[in-house]
């Protein structure tokens, strides 16, 4: 079974500029979360979706979105990039949203200049 | 303001040289505790979770026990293959996100 494919692997972005990421869950996941990994700050939930609804959010800004569509695949958008927007982001699948545990992806690497 | 507390930050062990790795949390209405191990350049991968007090789990070189505040990994005799960084995580009855704690990263040595 393949498991979580992220897209792309790197980024380079310059301030002001918008970015988004794509994700792809393990076949018959229909939860999808994003997580924020950093140096300073570790994993940090962003949001989940589920059947294409956003159930969970963290404490993060306007700026980042997401959504999903309904065969469970996911963007992430980060709008007027900021300095503090490098990291690594994680998307990650479960079954049944919850109630099994969370499949992650090797993330997208963004860098933003 | 539910908290996930890992120890120690880093950890470097001989091969064969057993040892635990801890996880204490303060969160209200825990609905599971996971482990995750995480190499360089990839995402976590999941090993175990963890429901209820005195709950035990094992794989292979790795066993993970839980009380009502804390966690163990406990590493048996590891092996070089087993460094990595080892992220612990919680989950509340709230909701399904995951609180995660900083991580042990492990080193291994021959």
């Known amino acids: 079974k393949a498991g979580v494919t992220q897209t792309p692997r790197y980024l380079i972005k310059t301030r002001g500029q918008q970015v988004t990421l794509s994700c792809s869950p393990i076949?018959?996941?229909?939860?999808v979360s994003w997580y924020q990994q950093t140096p300073g700050q570790g994993l940090q939930f962003l949001f989940e979706?589920?059947?294409?609804?956003?159930?969970n959010k963290g404490n993060f800004p306007g700026r980042f979105s997401g959504r999903q569509f309904s065969n469970s695949r996911s963007e992430m958008n980060v709008s007027t990039l900021e300095l503090g927007d490098s990291a690594l982001y994680l998307c990650?699948?479960?079954?049944?949203?919850?109630?099994?545990?969370?499949?992650f992806g090797n993330g997208t690497r963004l860098t933003v200049t | 303001e539910d908290q996930v507390t890992q120890s120690p930050e880093a950890l470097r062990l001989q091969e064969g040289e057993s040892s635990s790795l801890n996880c204490s949390y303060t969160?209200?209405?825990?609905?599971?505790l996971f482990w995750y191990r995480q190499d360089p350049g990839k995402g976590p991968e999941f090993l175990f979770t963890?429901?209820?007090a005195g709950e035990e789990k094992e794989k292979e070189r790795l066993k993970a026990t839980l009380t009502k505040k804390e966690s163990f990994l406990h590493i048996t005799a590891p092996k070089p293959e087993d460094s990595a960084t080892y992220l612990c995580?919680?989950?509340?009855?709230?909701?399904?996100?995951?609180?995660f704690g900083t991580g042990t990263q492990l080193k291994v040595e021959l």
């Open positions: 995580a919680v989950e509340m009855a709230r909701g399904n996100k995951l609180t």
């Open positions: 963890l429901y209820s």
């Open positions: 076949s018959g996941h229909r939860s």
């Open positions: 969160v209200s209405g825990l609905r599971g």
């Open positions: 990650a699948s479960s079954s049944a949203g919850g109630e099994s545990p969370l499949h």
């Open positions: 979706y589920f059947s294409e609804t956003q159930r």
